[in-house]
C-alpha cells in the first residue's frame, strides 16, 4: 500500500489527537500531500495539505487547530489536531498527488475519529 494511516480513536470535544500516514517509496515523490475527511453522509473534503517545499495549506475550519507535518524523510505524514470538535468527527485520509497530476493519485483506507460532546 502507499499511504497507510494510524492514530485515529475517540476522543472528548476538546482534546488532541495526532494522526499518522506512512508514505511509501512510491508515494513519497508526490509534489503535494494531503489530509480529506469524509463524515458520515457527507462528501469527502479537503482537510489540510502540504508541499514538498513545505508550503502548507488548511481548510478554515481547521485553521490555527491543526497542524500539518511531515519528517525530514518524507516517510511519515502527520496531523496534529487540538481542540476537537464534534464536527470533525470523520474518517481520515491521506493523499498524495504525483507531480503534474490534477488529482490525488494515491490515498490511504482512512482511520476513524470520532469526537464526543
Known amino acids: 500500500e502507499t499511504l497507510v494511516e494510524s492514530g485515529g480513536g475517540s476522543v472528548q470535544a476538546g482534546g488532541s489527537l495526532q494522526l499518522s500516514c506512512a508514505v511509501s517509496?512510491?508515494?513519497?515523490?508526490?509534489?503535494?500531500l494531503a489530509w480529506f475527511r469524509q463524515a458520515p453522509g457527507k462528501e469527502r473534503e479537503f482537510v489540510s495539505s502540504i508541499t514538498r517545499h513545505g508550503n502548507t495549506n488548511y481548510t478554515d475550519s481547521v485553521k490555527g487547530r491543526f497542524t500539518i507535518s511531515q519528517d525530514t524523510n518524507k516517510n511519515t505524514l502527520w496531523l496534529q489536531m487540538n481542540s476537537l470538535k464534534t464536527d470533525d468527527t470523520a474518517v481520515y485520509y491521506c493523499a498524495g498527488r504525483p507531480c503534474g497530476w490534477v488529482d490525488f493519485g494515491y490515498w490511504g483506507q482512512g482511520t476513524q475519529v470520532t469526537v464526543s460532546p
Open positions: 517509496r512510491y508515494a513519497k515523490n508526490s509534489c503535494i
